[in-house]
């Protein structure tokens, strides 16, 4: 069971929202923190109360080990999450985190019998698809910052700090890990609408791989290309957070009309 200091660990709500009528829990990607989500709130319905989710080994949780495989990763956030599930919630994730908010609807739909009304994922392909590039979490140390450097989610004075970098590289390995091991398993489609967004510059991620994620759906799917590189999050975070906020203006007139 989740303890108020297990809830303090792994959620941050920049904005506490009693009143809120829907959660969205927002995933990082490899490598980030929540911080990536602190000014959502801002942006997005008043409605809505945004809780970020703060993985082990980064932010104010530096010193804590990062988890090396997706399994107990996904049980752990379940845990943590249960008490925060008494009102309609909705999952975003970007990157590796699109690929944990998947693993933990369906966790969450087979051990609880819980459903996000809506996943959003963002710049991560249909989990169905197998990995195109080989894997770099267990490279040399130089080989390794060489990839980071081609993905451009790590600022340059952060790849050039060599003290900063010792800091991060054990928690950079460890997501690596955890996307990079990942091994999917086919299960019914979610109830749940899914709506994907890409970036028009990602190298990484296709539109045909985004577009593939329709499968995991029964409900509504939608596919939105933005402008941007794979970490267009930030870039186009305007552009973003408008669509977010039409999806889930909607979400909550739902909600009000089914209580």
Known sequence: MATAQTLKSWVICPKP?????LRLF???YAGGG?????????NLPLSV????VELPGRGFRLMEAAFTS???LVQAIADALIPRLDKPFAFFG????GLVSFELTRLLRSKYNLNPVHLFVSARRAPQLPNPEPSIHNLPEHEFLDELRELGGTPQEVLE?????QLLLPTLRADFTVIETYAYTAEPPLDCPIATFG??????VSYDQLNAWQEQTNAAFSLHMLPGNHFFLHSAQSLLLKLLSQDLHRLVCEVDRLR
């Open 26 to 28: 927002c995933f990082h």
């Open 161 to 165: 700090n060599v003290e900063l970098m």
């Open 17 to 21: 929202n009693s009143q809120a009528k």
């Open 199 to 204: 970036g028009l510059q990602d190298r990484e």
């Open 49 to 52: 109360e945004v809780c970020s």
């Open 94 to 97: 970007h990157s590796m985190g």
């Open 70 to 72: 997706l399994d107990p």
């Open 34 to 42: 929540a911080s990536s989500f602190r000014n959502w709130s801002d």
